[in-house]
């Protein structure tokens, strides 16, 4: 009795010492982004530590040392509030206006006026945790305790990661985020894909560092360095990609790959979606874009086009939405069935399910893989190209691209995932790579989280690259000593023949 009640008494004494306080700040209002850092903020209150997060996504069921700090209302949600025309007003590179007009400074003002009372906190923190996306003035809280700063990344690395961890990003083999290609690209591609990545990284300073170091001296105080400093400083990266469904390139080592951070162990689905995953159909087609975007708001020929291919498809088709929006405008056929809510992964790892549609979300995108589904992938935005790319690559998915959408490509692509078995073969194949890892995304993920409280921060692990000129990273100094100086000591000499010649 009294040595179990010891080893009881010494374990919460154990889980008290190590106890780390930890400062989380998630300022985007996307929903679709929080999954991911949400699911790693609960797990490190479960495992002891006391968390407080900023977001907007307070939890509805507490869990003991997770402290919500809410700003929920102080922004719109992005949720369903967008609209197909436009997204597709701004393609390429100048979606990075998108991400800054969104997630840049004016972001950090809203958040910074919900958060003056944080200052004076006597709460003592051991690591300051944020999201990467449209901005970097959150980097100032680490600077203002003193302590390391984690960043986390919901989708592949955004073109403005690079500097900021000596990360290489040669556009000649890895495709940029808003570019997407595959690994292997002709002259053309790499000319444009080069062009992409220097652009993006020119406008994420012009709309997003410089405003956003204004913001956050305003309300740190002038002393505070450099944003574009501070991120230099940054300790770890979490990033969701891994390298079964990301285009491969190198990485240092404190840019951890956690990809799939957000999926749990799939459930059997409750007896309603039993009920409706029940047909005598050759299977279902699970039909989802996104949360982001109004799946109403597509132009009527394309929603046309749509119906039309699932009407002549001997497949139940499962359409995430209402169903009002679709039958006033349109004649439904009476094998579309529409739920406002949908447990997705639960859903697509359930066997009568066949085949996903998807936006290609990078959430989604591993979901699918997880469970092993092909998809067919119409890309909108951002890095939805990169992903139904890299996807179509591998053999597990087909790309339609949204000026493309017809009766006949959606059916035509569909037949081929249906009924074409190296879809399904392949699928299953990355699925299994995909999980094939020495320790689960979450585990790797709060080992690293856990490294960087003992340690202090990860300056062993940091790559002395993020402190070069572009210059130096590139040795274009090198070049020019080596090339230059020789033909400049060569024409003063050749010069000096002459004089000497002339004057002899």
């Not at 790959?257 to 005598?280: M, P, R, S």
């Not at 069935?337 to 995108?365: A, N, Y």
């Amino acid at each position: 009795m009294w040595p179990g009640r010891l080893i009881i008494y010494y374990c919460f004494i154990l889980r008290a010492c190590w106890a780390a306080n930890i400062l989380a700040i998630f300022p985007f209002p996307g929903y679709s982004h929080f999954r991911m850092f949400g699911s790693l903020m609960e797990e490190l209150a479960k495992r002891g530590h006391d968390v407080d997060v900023v977001s907007h996504f307070p939890l509805k069921t507490p869990i003991p040392g997770y402290n919500d700090i809410s700003v929920r209302g102080t922004v719109p949600i992005v949720t369903n509030n967008m609209t197909f025309t436009e997204l597709r007003k701004r393609t390429g590179s100048k979606q990075t206006r998108l991400i800054t007009d969104y997630g840049g400074s004016e972001l950090c003002q809203m958040t910074f006026n919900e958060l003056h009372s944080l200052k004076n906190t006597k709460k003592k923190y051991d690591v300051f945790i944020t999201e990467l996306f449209g901005s970097d003035c959150m980097l100032g809280w680490s600077w203002y305790f003193h302590i390391p700063s984690i960043i986390m990344t919901s989708s592949a690395n955004l073109p403005w990661v690079s500097e900021r961890f000596g990360l290489p990003d040669n556009p000649s083999y890895i495709p940029t985020y808003f570019a997407g290609y595959k690994s292997e690209m002709n002259l053309y591609e790499r000319i444009h894909n080069t062009w992409t990545l220097l652009e993006a990284k020119f406008l994420y300073h012009i709309y997003s560092s410089r405003p956003s170091n204004i913001v956050a001296k305003k309300f740190f105080g002038e002393e505070l360095p450099d944003l574009e400093v501070l991120a230099k400083e940054t300790s770890l990266q979490l990033v969701n990609t891994h390298f079964s469904v990301n285009n491969v390139r190198p990485l240092v080592p404190n840019v951890i790959e956690v990809a799939g951070l957000h999926i749990q162990e799939a459930h059997i689905v409750n007896e309603h979606f039993d009920h409706i995953l029940t047909t005598d159909k050759e299977g279902v087609i699970y039909f989802n874009m996104g949360s982001v975007v109004k799946p109403e708001s597509l132009t009527a020929d394309k929603i046309q086009a749509l119906l039309n291919a699932f009407a002549i498809l001997p497949f139940k088709v499962i359409w995430k939405g209402k169903r009002e929006p679709f039958q006033e405008r349109f004649n439904v056929p009476d094998n579309i069935h529409f739920e406002e809510w949908i447990p997705q992964q639960e859903i697509l790892c359930d066997s009568r399910v066949k085949i996903f549609i998807t936006h290609g979300g990078m959430m989604s995108s591993q979901e699918a893989v997880y469970c092993g589904i092909p998809i067919l992938g119409i890309p909108l935005f951002a890095d939805q190209y990169l992903n139904l790319k890299y996807a179509e690559t591998m053999g597990y998915a087909i790309m339609v691209d949204y000026d493309d959408l017809s009766t006949e490509t959606i059916s035509s692509a569909l037949k081929k995932l249906a009924y074409e078995s190296q879809f399904h073969e392949n699928a299953k194949r990355i699925s299994a790579e995909f999980r094939d890892r020495p320790m689960s995304p979450m585990d790797t993920a709060v080992y690293w989280v856990e490294y960087v409280i003992r340690h202090k921060g990860t300056a062993r692990l940091s790559s002395a690259a993020r402190h070069l000129h572009w210059w130096q990273y590139y040795l274009l100094d090198v070049f020019a000593v080596i090339f230059v100086l020789p033909l400049l000591l060569s024409f003063i000499l050749i010069k000096l023949i002459f004089f000497f010649k002339q004057h002899i």
